[in-house]
């Protein structure tokens, strides 16, 4: 069981705190409640580009790694469709100088072109290292506007168009951070040897001097149920033809959640998978193949992305995935198959608590849905997954009319 403590300072930031003495370090995890999602349609790449403004320093602290490292301090950051994230871990001595840092980049950064033009040039050079030079790179913005057509999870975090990031001016970037990065938009998550009473000190003390902002309303259109079989093929100089599916699912504190999770765990748990055993090791159809829920906040997706070996046909080789699909819906898993995926999704979940951090940022994510107390009781939810639910999910969501589909082909010649 893991026990914390929840208070709220007065301009809003709320601060959680779980202490765990066996570690003599400190977690400290800010979670900011925006994400690529709260981007204009016209000016996406915002929230991204703002994980690495957070770090260009303040009138303050124009070094903010500096302080931290010789604190023996390390840090990092992400950004995705609904939060951005930032997070560290310092020897529990110095813990103040997470305090002293993180509380002067939420009162106001380094607004100054030259920051902005330093940032703007590393997001635009990401741009191009991870989606559009490097193979496959550009799947993902393909296959998600095809899946939605007017919520914003239509474009990747990296944003819709490169164009975006390199257009944008400073009066956007002061207008996006005063309007989402603030106390009253914030968590903070402290985890490790670390008391509450220390912890409500230090947060009043750093954080109770920024202000609270009028944040942007979140007005998001409601993505239609898609009741079409959509379908796209391009082709690319990639070492394989691969092939994407994507399928609608609801929100991430839906009841169907958990147990979609556990039919991609089915589908595609490592080598025990049912893709993996049938399409890979047997079939030798695709030379890998995944399955993964988005997890997204609002209705996200399962995705299935596999790569095909050398000759073989895409349509052939998507009907054996079509034949693995109708088995979950006309046939209840064995009983021995979903103990041993739940037992993985236990024991996975027990090791991965175990860390500081990651205990900070489950913590977080968990106050940002509106139930902390999923850190210790997620797994009990997963566990109530039975075989009849896995039929009737499957037959609900994992259909033709709910799914997108990219025939990703192969052009090179070897």
């Known amino acids: 069981m893991i026990k914390f403590y929840r208070f709220s300072l007065e301009n809003g930031l709320r601060v959680l705190v779980h202490e765990d003495k066996s570690s003599p370090l400190v977690a400290m995890n800010i979670l900011y409640d925006v994400g690529s999602r709260d981007e204009n349609p016209e000016s996406t790449g915002l929230a991204h580009l703002f994980e690495h403004l957070m770090f260009g320093g303040t009138s303050a602290i124009p070094d903010y790694d500096k302080p931290l490292q010789l604190a023996g301090g390390e840090n990092n950051a992400f950004t995705n469709s609904d939060i951005t994230d930032y ?17 002067d980049r939420m009162s106001g950064l380094d607004f100054s072109h030259k920051n902005l033009e330093t940032q703007k040039s590393v997001v635009i050079e990401e741009f191009y290292q991870r989606y559009l030079n490097q193979p496959y790179g550009d799947a993902m913005l393909l296959l998600k506007p095809m899946a939605y057509k007017i919520h914003p999870y239509r474009w990747m975090t990296i944003g819709r168009d490169i164009s975006h990031v390199e257009n944008v001016n400073l009066d956007e970037v002061k207008d996006f951070f005063y309007s989402h990065y603030a106390p009253n938009n914030a968590i903070l998550t402290l985890t490790g040897n670390i008391s509450p009473d220390r912890a409500f000190m230090l947060a009043n ?82 030379s890998e193949i995944n399955a993964y829920l988005t997890s997204d906040i609002d209705p996200g997706m399962v995705i299935l992305y596999g790569r095909l070996m050398k000759g073989i046909d895409i349509q052939y080789a998507e009907e054996s995935v079509n034949k693995i699909l109708s088995n979950l819906k006309e046939r209840y898993p064995a009983e021995k198959e979903m103990e041993k995926v739940k037992n993985k999704f236990e024991s996975s979940t027990i090791l991965s608590n175990t860390n500081i951090l990651n205990k900070a940022m489950n913590i977080s994510f968990y106050e940002l849905l509106g139930n902390p107390d999923l850190i210790n009781n997620e ?25 997108s589909t990219l025939y990703y082909i192969s052009t090179r010649k070897d």
């Open 379 to 403: 797994v009990d939810e997963y566990k109530k997954t039975d075989r009849k639910m896995v039929a009737e999910v499957s037959q609900k969501f994992l259909i033709p009319t709910n799914c």
């Open 87 to 103: 997070y560290l871990t310092v020897p529990e001595t110095n813990i103040e100088t997470g305090f002293w840092l993180e509380s």
């Open 205 to 286: 003390k750093w954080f109770s001097t920024v202000s609270k902002r009028m944040i942007k309303p979140r007005k998001l259109p409601e993505e239609p149920v898609q009741n079409e079989e959509r379908r796209m093929t391009v082709e690319r100089d990639v070492p394989a033809t691969a092939l994407y599916k994507g399928w609608h699912i609801g929100k991430r504190d839906s009841k169907d959640y958990y147990v979609l999770d556990l039919i991609t765990d089915l589908l595609a748990g490592g080598e025990s998978g049912r893709l993996y055993t049938k399409l890979v090791r047997e079939k030798k159809l695709f």
